[in-house]
């Protein structure tokens, strides 16, 4: 496990991939956690970025900014990746891709 530590001026980025078919992949800091679909299904994403904060010791507030995978090879992936990032963004009042999300009328999927 990979402690990180806490630090008032740091950029905490959570990064989502949910472009591929089989696997997801969540990045927090210098934590990456790359995970199968354990049913072939997308209900495993929220759960493993509850973990990824719990193993972090990273509360959900201390997320700066959500960097989501917009391109890739499975459209429902993709999907379901942006609709969680634009919610996390929204619900912490942080940008998405660099972009405000009350800027943001619709994210461009590209597949």
Known sequence: MIFIKKQVCLKMQLIINTSKRNEFAL??????????????SSCDVLPAIRDLLARSKVN???ISEVVVFTS????????????????????LSIPINGKKISKIKYINIKY
């Open 27 to 40: 990045s927090l800091g210098n934590m990456i956690l790359k995970q199968e679909f354990l049913q072939g």
């Open 72 to 91: 890739g090879e499975s459209y429902t992936g993709l999907r379901v990746g942006v609709s969680i990032a634009q919610a996390l963004a929204f619900l």
């Open 60 to 62: 959900l507030r201390d």
